[in-house]
């Protein structure tokens, strides 16, 4: 089946860490995105990728980083510099970049002890 | 720049009632607006969508409607389960963009 695969399911960190979302698609779809999703309100674009080796930030880019080394994969970093990190994160991809309808894969939830 | 807003919820129906869920968005060029469902836990799955005025969406017995007079796409459904009870965003794509503007969700209970 093809899909998106988000791991681990829950996360638990310490302050101070960083810490790896894995994100992954066997759909053969060139674009991905990373939301981050708080109680209560909308999804925030955190990156986006439209191409391996390629990424632009999105609207909450600070305290996080991705790589797109391969097209398959879009992991994101939750740094020590992301200052309220506990949320529940969703990984996207489309077909392409624009207004294309995006796939979601079943999120990773967070949380900073 | 692009928003939706969509219906504050939560919304409570009993089985077989009438759902509508406003949403209205503002958008410059020709929009295209879709429905997503998240079911408690999981992530965000496509309902329905409409990339032109006057088109209608529909699936799972679920209906919104372009209006770009009224910049609106209500989500519609004639007689809700308890299966449907979940979060429900409003999302809007530019003509130009790639990114998805999203509504804050409803959040509907359906009880038996």
């Known amino acids: 089946d093809g899909g998106i695969t988000q791991s681990p399911k829950y996360l638990f960190r310490k302050e101070g860490q960083n810490v790896t979302l894995s994100c992954e698609q066997n759909l053969n779809h060139d674009a991905m995105y990373w939301y981050r999703q708080d109680p209560g309100q909308g999804l925030r674009l955190i990156y986006y990728s439209q191409i391996v080796n390629d990424f632009q930030k999105g609207d909450i880019a600070e305290g996080y980083s991705v790589s797109r080394e391969k097209k398959e994969s879009f992991p994101l970093t939750v740094t020590s510099a992301q200052k309220n990190p506990t949320a529940f994160y969703l990984c996207a991809s489309s077909t392409q970049g624009g207004p294309d309808t995006q796939y979601f894969g079943p999120g990773t939830r967070l949380t900073v002890l | 720049g692009d928003s939706v807003t969509q219906m504050e919820g939560p919304v409570t129906l009993s089985e077989e009632a009438f759902l509508t869920i406003n949403c209205t968005y503002t958008?410059?060029?020709?929009?295209?607006l879709f429905w997503y469902v998240q079911y408690p836990g999981e992530g965000l799955q496509l309902l329905l969508k409409?990339?032109?005025?006057?088109d209608k969406g529909s699936n799972k017995g679920f209906e919104a409607t372009y209006r770009k007079e009224t910049t609106s796409f209500h989500l519609e459904k004639g007689s809700v389960q308890v299966s449907d009870s979940a979060v429900y965003f409003c999302?809007?794509?530019?003509?130009?963009?790639?990114?998805?503007?999203f509504g804050a969700g409803t959040t509907v209970t359906v009880r038996a």
């Open positions: 958008a410059t060029g020709y929009p295209s």
């Open positions: 409409a990339t032109k005025a006057d």
């Open positions: 999302a809007l794509a530019s003509s130009n963009d790639y990114k998805l503007s």
